[in-house]
């Protein structure tokens, strides 16, 4: 078929027929934004407005406000011994009476979390024990990183009186209350093998609400159908006492929303009046005018649709703290108003672009203070995990795109914040214009957006029984967490666990390697002549690889048993302590059944632990078994002294196992690839299945954002080649030590690698970070060649893919930490090399050109 | 039987040498020593070890190299090592291994299989086109979607003709773009071979003086462009033409307006697009691991190079060369 002067591209286009769209947004569709970091920038947003709401948010400190706080205890102390479902809701709508409410200059889009932008309120319902503690000797302000800060030396005392009245009353106490011995020893409490900090401390979130239903029938609607829920039950109904507490606590709560928005009608009104500015004043009177239809009402044009979703989105956050309140997918639920708009001529194009901008650097206002633990492993003062989802197959199977995916994927390069988590669908059909300016925005540098994969995904969501159509509508929650927006309460994001810790417990008869005295639990434990785990064999003793694979599985269902118990009763507490009832009202199935949604109310009920350090566990046992299994070069023994060594007195074995010698997860070599994928499906049959006391059950999910880093330091050595306190790998990434990365075959060997495994198992979502070189995706062929591998890349079915693409300041720091850079290709013509592996001189060389060159 | 040959790296995802995504194989061996090559280790046909000394664990720790040298101990056991005379081709400084001497070496590579840490590294090794394929075969779907393929690379792949035929015979069969890079300064019949299995050939014209070719690169460039000639006038060919502009070697006005005469007279204007290749200061580490002196050092010092100079000076070429009517790029790319 190739007659010579065919060339491949010809051939190309007859194997793969591009689908397109006529969707459009207001810049051109293969506008290419810049090409990775750019310092000092500030006016990417055609929109000056944008572009000052952005510069005073940047500038902005990050603060402590106590005012929920005070609120909130007032409430509680005056509903004493009610049900807790009604004094959520007292709570909720005492919070909304007395909040501070602010409207900011060139502002458009109203509703903050019942605090100043960028300030922290706090949730004493979930715990005081750690905010106590911390205001009293960890201040916060005087954190490494996620600082925050008291306004006055009053808030500070204040803030310690109120945490008085909430001691045992909190969540966290109703958890502590009910944790065995075996429970603690492996959670944050004890050796850190899996963390619930998140939920045993805060708010769940992790969910999409149903924006379509609040948008068409407005805080009316819901109230309406909470009264028809009311008459509907009889005392028939053996549980009609918590269902009426339950219809009364939602209709409390909406009614307090009505009335918050039109206290913002109000203000919005009288600073319009002392407006100056004509073109303010009319802006200001038309927000007035939004909120007072808002007050009750459905949203009737594009601007009130987005004003309406901050109000309903903010008030969920006011409600909880729970983060990775997601938007769903905002391109396909706001389309219709939109559409509407543009039809009228109510709006022009260009004005609909600069609502979405404003809509998304208000997105990034939430801010949410985090225990000094969780904020060790999980760094970032934002609220977090606002993922909005564009793109992708509608419930029919068909492209979805539209013209506002297009100018969102704008809005955020526009914007390049924090918030919010862009993530783009893709699929078979994706249209060419649609990956022409997903890449344009990718290799601009500033880490948005993530590719999802609709194929895995969709097959990933019907494994927890839902049906095609609804599976397809998938959103994803937080990273990468795919949910069934506003009919799955997936409590994502349940659990970090170390497998790295279970490995331990492998290769050492249960005990951590460094058992003895000095750890604190060595009088209940080790001093008994007990274990941390089971034992479960030793590398003494093992005599072939079927052995130390067992002992795997038998230390994941041991610590797959305590964690899903202390989930259990972290949900349970939930349950009983802060029921959510505003927000059940956003989800199907509550409001039909007078359920809140924390007692199982909504269709879909998982809980989803996540994994960390599979590769490393991977690569050990590729060690394990090459160098005692078939080489026979060491003994199981002597493996385990080197470990127990911290690898003091071992270099050559140090050496070996970091070299390419021997068999490393990402290499597309099936012999390490093997153990990553046992690792991977031991992890996931060990979750999948477990109920959860909503009626759902376990999901398993691979990724570790950034807490592999965390884990990593209360982490003794491992057989990767990794010393004690080094980060654990990340997510579904090969493992980097300090020794080197162990990935040396390029994007391509890690993604024909990432490709071994079925992710759809991992139900609860996995995760690839993969760097690029600015090099490699310059002009036009570099980003048709970006096209081309992502698309092969989702081909082979891994679920997420997200993209660094690094400049000249990376190489420099490249320069600094070469081991983390290892598989950064620099490419010139002829030349074969990695940029780490060049000396000094010729990195700088390259650096100048490369500056010169952009 | 499948060709066997002498390979030296196999590279995933490049996005230079060729359209697309593709693999590319460099295959050991070059009859021409340029002053600024960047492959050092690709001179050379035969397999060589190659030395890294910061990555040596040291003599104590570790010692295997020594273990696995045949030579080590050759005749003369532990008294001639003490006494500093060994006969070993390996050089220990500090503990360390510092150097191989290559006149007492017999390449064997035991030192390179034996080191646990990449101190001793094998430039080379044999490979049958059937393993090469299996490589290149992985990575299709890529191709496929980019335009991409394989590119056979080096050193100079056309002394390797067999392997290189061979390799782009099976990847015609499975549909897999094939692009051959050479500096054509080989018989024209190797060409001629290779001329209906290849799908693009880049080359390089160095410099037009020939004096000055042989000076720098150690051979004259007569057959280079006979061949660029006898390439051009086949009108199927596909061609990119490479000037690797070196600071003080060819970075002249003069050479530039040559070659744009020779492009459009004796070429015909038969190329697809012209790369100016600015000069990089590569693969130094490796001319140290092979115990070579860079000999472009001093070069740079005559040439007072500068960088941002120079980038402007090379841009300058291109501009001049667009108005010759040649599509002339800057770096690697075809688009601008």
Redesign the interface.
């Known amino acids: 078929m190739n007659t010579g002067t065919n060339t491949a591209k010809d051939l190309n286009h007859e194997m793969y027929v591009e689908a397109h769209t006529a969707a459009c947004g207001c810049e051109p569709i293969d506008q290419t934004y810049s090409l990775g970091y750019v310092k000092g920038h500030e006016d990417w947003s055609p929109f000056p407005r944008v572009n000052r709401l952005r510069q005073t948010f940047l500038d902005r400190p990050f603060n402590i406000d106590i005012e929920r706080f005070r609120n909130v205890t007032e409430s509680y102390r005056e509903h004493e011994g009610e049900p807790a479902v009604l004094r959520c809701a007292y709570a909720f709508e005492s919070i909304l009476k007395n909040a501070t409410l602010y409207i900011y200059d060139d502002d458009l889009i109203l509703g903050e979390i019942a605090a100043p932008a960028k300030a922290s309120p706090q949730y004493p319902e979930f715990s005081v024990n750690w905010m106590l503690h911390e205001a009293l000797y960890e201040p916060f302000e005087e954190r490494e990183h996620d600082q925050f800060y008291f306004a006055s030396e009053e808030d500070r005392q204040e803030f310690i009186e109120l945490c008085g009245y909430w001691k045992g009353r909190a969540v966290d106490d109703y958890v502590n209350a009910r944790l065995d011995d075996e429970m603690t020893k492996g959670s944050q409490t004890g050796r850190k093998i899996f963390q619930t900090n998140l939920y045993h401390y805060g708010g769940v979130g992790h969910l999409v609400m149903n924006y379509e239903k609040i948008l068409r029938i407005g805080y009316d609607g819901m109230i309406a159908e909470a009264k028809a829920g009311l008459d509907r039950i009889t005392k028939k109904d053996p549980d009609y006492v918590e269902k009426r507490d339950f219809y009364r606590a939602v209709i409390i709560c909406h009614e307090a929303a009505k009335m918050y928005i039109e206290r913002y009608a109000r203000l919005a009104g009288e600073k319009a009046f002392e407006a100056k500015d004509p073109a303010r004043k009319q802006e200001l009177l038309q927000m007035a005018a939004n909120c007072h239809q808002l007050a009750g009402g459905p949203a009737e044009s594009f601007w009130q649709a987005l004003q309406l979703f901050n109000f309903a989105t903010t008030m969920t956050q006011i409600e909880s703290n729970g983060h990775s309140i997601s938007y769903g997918r905002m391109d396909q639920w706001l389309y219709p108003y939109y559409e509407a708009d543009i039809r009228k001529g109510v709006i022009s194009k260009e004005y609909a672009q600069e609502l979405l901008e404003v809509t998304f650097v208000k997105m990034n206002n939430p801010t949410k203070i985090r225990d000094g633990g969780t904020a060790r492993v999980r760094q970032g003062r934002g609220f977090g995990g606002e993922c909005l989802t564009i793109g992708g197959v509608d419930r029919n199977g068909r492209d979805a795109t539209n013209d506002l995916t297009m100018m969102m994927l704008d809005a955020s390069v526009h914007t390049r914040m924090m918030c919010p988590w862009l993530l783009v669908r893709m699929h078979e059909d994706t249209p060419y214009e649609l990956k022409v300016k997903t890449v344009e925005c990718i290799r601009a540098g500033y880490g948005h957006p993530k590719i999802f994969n609709d194929a895995p995904t969709i097959k990933a969501q019907m494994r927890k029984g839902q049906t095609l159509e609804e599976a397809r509508d998938y959103a994803v929650v937080g990273c990468v967490e795919p949910n069934l927006p506003y009919r799955e309460y997936g409590w994502h994001d349940a659990s970090y666990i170390n497998t790295v810790k279970f490995m331990e417990m492998v290769l050492n008869g249960g005990r951590c390697l460094d058992c003895g005295p000095h750890c604190p639990r060595w009088d209940k434990c080790g001093a008994l002549g007990d274990h941390l785990g089971p034992d479960t064999g030793s590398l003494e003793t093992y005599e072939n690889m079927d052995q130390v694979l067992e002992s795997v599985d038998r230390q994941f269902d041991y610590w797959c048993d305590q964690m899903c118990a202390t989930m259990n009763i972290v949900d349970r507490a939930h349950r009983e302590r802060k029921p959510l009832p505003y927000l059940s009202a956003f989800f199907e199935g509550c409001l039909e059944d007078g359920v809140d949604v924390t007692a199982g109310g909504t269709r879909y009920n998982g809980i989803g632990p996540q994994a960390s350090g599979l590769a490393t566990c991977a690569d050990s046992l590729a060690a394990i078994k090459q160098l005692v299994f078939d080489e026979k070069k060491y003994t199981g023994a002597e493996l385990l002294q080197a470990l127990k060594d911290n690898w003091k007195g071992h270099e050559k074995l140090y050496a070996l196992i970091n070299s390419p010698k021997v068999h490393h997860y990402g290499n597309d070599d099936d012999y390490a690839d093997e153990f990553f994928r046992f690792m991977f499906e031991c992890y996931c049959r060990h979750l999948t299945g477990r109920k959860t006391i909503r009626g759902g059950e376990f999901t398993p999910g691979v990724y570790s954002v950034s807490a592999n880093v965390g884990m990593g330091l209360n982490t003794n050595a491992s057989l990767d080649g990794r010393k004690a306190g080094e980060a654990i790998s990340d997510n579904m990434g090969p493992v980097h030590t300090d020794a080197g990365s162990h990935d040396i075959q390029g994007p391509i060997g890690i993604a024909h690698s990432i490709a071994k495994v079925d992710h759809s198992l991992a139900t609860n979502g996995t995760l690839l970070n993969l760097k690029f070189p600015q090099e490699a995706v310059k002009g036009i062929e570099g980003r048709d060649n970006l096209i081309s591998y992502i698309d092969e890349y989702l081909a082979g079915g891994p679920m997420h893919v997200q993209f660094n693409i690094m400049s000249s300041a990376t190489m420099k720091a490249a320069q600094k930490h070469p081991e983390d850079y290892k598989d950064m290709l620099v490419r010139v013509a002829g030349y074969s090399a990695y940029f780490v592996e060049l000396g000094k001189a010729l990195q700088k060389d390259l650096i100048q050109r490369t500056d010169l060159e952009f | 039987m499948t060709a066997e040959g002498t390979v030296f790296?196999i590279?995933?995802?490049?996005?230079?040498?060729g359209?697309?995504?593709r693999t590319?194989v460099?295959l050991k061996g070059c009859p021409l020593h340029c002053l600024w090559c960047?492959?050092p280790e690709s001179l050379k046909a035969e397999v060589q070890p190659g030395v890294y000394r910061k990555k040596c664990?040291?003599r104590k720790?570790?010692g295997?190299c020594e273990e696995a040298c045949p030579r080590t101990d050759a005749g003369a056991g532990g008294g001639l090592a003490k006494a500093g005379r060994t006969a070993s081709p390996l050089r220990f400084y500090r503990n360390r291994l510092v150097a191989i001497d290559y006149t007492l070496c017999n390449g064997c590579m035991a030192c390179a299989e034996a080191c646990?840490?990449?101190a001793v590294k094998a430039w080379g090794r044999r490979m049958t086109a059937d393993q090469i394929m299996q490589e290149v075969r992985?990575?299709k779907?890529?191709?496929?979607?980019?335009?991409?393929?394989i590119t056979v690379?080096g050193g100079e792949p056309l002394l390797q003709t067999e392997l290189t035929a061979e390799l782009f015979r099976q990847c015609?069969e499975e549909?897999?773009?094939t692009c051959c890079?050479t500096c054509l300064c080989i018989p024209w019949e190797r060409v001629e071979e290779l001329l209906?299995l290849t799908?693009?050939w880049i080359a390089d014209l160095k410099m037009m003086d020939p004096e000055k070719h042989r000076a720098f690169t150690g051979a004259g460039n007569e057959r280079i462009l006979e061949n660029l000639q006898k390439l051009a006038g086949n009108p199927?060919t596909?061609l990119i033409l490479?000037i690797p502009v070196i600071p003080g070697v060819n970075d002249n006005m003069e050479n530039m307006r040559q070659t744009a005469d020779f492009i459009l007279g004796e070429m015909q204007g038969n190329v697809r697009t012209l790369?100016l290749?600015?000069y990089?200061?590569?693969?130094?580490?490796k001319y140290?691991s092979l115990g070579l002196p860079y000999q472009m050092t001093d070069r740079l010092k005559e040439a007072h190079f500068r960088?941002?100079y120079f980038?402007r000076k090379v841009r300058n070429f291109a501009d001049y060369f667009n108005s010759r009517g040649i599509h002339t790029l800057v770096?690697?790319?075809?688009?601008?």
């Not at chain 2, 779907?141 to 393929?149: E, I």
């Not at chain 2, 770096?331 to 601008?336: I, L, S």
């Open positions: 790296n590279q995933h995802f490049t996005i230079h040498d359209p697309g995504i590319e460099f960047s492959n664990i040291g720790n570790c295997a646990p840490s990449e992985r990575d779907g890529y191709y496929d979607r980019s335009g991409g393929g690379s015609r549909g897999i773009h890079e209906p799908d693009l199927e596909e490479r790369q290749l600015s990089m200061r590569l693969g130094m580490e140290e960088r941002d980038q770096g690697t790319r075809e688009k601008q």
